[in-house]
T-cell receptor, first 113, second 114 residues
Framework: EAAVTQSPRNKVTVTGGNVTLSCRQT?????MYWYRQDTGHGLRLIHY???????QIGDVPDGYKATRTTQEDFFLLLELASPSQTSLYFC????????????FGPGTRLLVL | GDSVTQKQGQVTLSEDDFLFINCTYS??????LFWYVQYPGQGPQLLLK???ANNKGISRGFEATYDKGTTSFHLQKASVQESDSAVYFC????WGAGGYKVVFGSGTRLLVSP
């Protein structure tokens, strides 16, 4: 079973703050994804990557950067956090592109004051 | 643009009731369709996956049929249990002009009472 871990699990920051969310997967999957989950919107894709050094833009990328440093590690960066980015963030991975099964991490709850 | 619609925000049932969760999609292609389930405090996990090659998916007593004519992918279960209480997401995935695209519905919360 694929294992995806996220850290931190909870984060509080202030408007304008700098936040980095971390994700690690241990099954050598090619694809990794960052989503945000908000009531009434389901999950929305922020960024995704198909390998180390690669980054693809998702559906709601504004205000977010991401970097895939290794096969295992994918980071989401909020350089000037805003209250609108208060959300539950999920990382996921899959062996191949999004038509393959995605394995999700436990989520990071971010509150921007 | 592509979209996935789940009209039911919440469904409340008793154990052994029949479950039907509505999902319709809009796209110009024939995407891969999914149902994911999210239990409290966890990330979503795959429940069902159906491609154009196989019209029906069945897992853990749940089933969903890929209907290209009505562009629907409703989720059904003959007899729900309290342990089925969770949020259910319908989703589609496809390659488009702008690259990979995935769209999730807004989710349907299922509450099953004993």
């Amino acid at each position: 079973e694929a294992a995806v871990t996220q850290s931190p699990r909870n984060k509080v920051t202030v408007t304008g703050g700098n936040v980095t969310l971390s994700c690690r997967q241990t099954n050598s999957h090619n694809y990794m994804y960052w989503y945000r989950q908000d009531t009434g919107h389901g999950l929305r894709l922020i960024h995704y990557s198909y390998g180390a050094g690669n980054l693809q833009i998702g559906d709601v990328p504004d205000g977010y950067k991401a970097t895939r440093t290794t096969q295992e590690d994918f980071f989401l960066l909020l350089e000037l956090a805003s209250p609108s980015q208060t959300s539950l963030y999920f990382c996921a991975s899959s062996p191949d592109w999004g038509g393959d099964t995605q394995y999700f991490g436990p989520g990071t709850r971010l509150l921007v004051l | 643009g592509d979209s996935v619609t789940q009209k039911q925000g919440q469904v409340t049932l008793s154990e052994d009731d029949f479950l039907f969760i509505n999902c319709t999609y809009s796209t110009t292609t024939y995407p891969t369709l999914f149902w994911y389930v999210q239990y409290p405090g966890q990330g979503p996990q795959l429940l069902l996956k159906v491609t154009t090659a196989n019209n029906k998916g069945i897992s853990r007593g749940f089933e969903a049929t890929y209907d290209k004519g009505t562009t629907s992918f409703h989720l059904q279960k003959a007899s729900v249990q309290e342990s089925d209480s969770a949020v259910y997401f319908c989703a589609l995935a496809e390659w488009g002009a702008g690259g990979y695209k995935v769209v999730f519905g807004s989710g349907t919360r299922l509450l099953v009472s004993p």
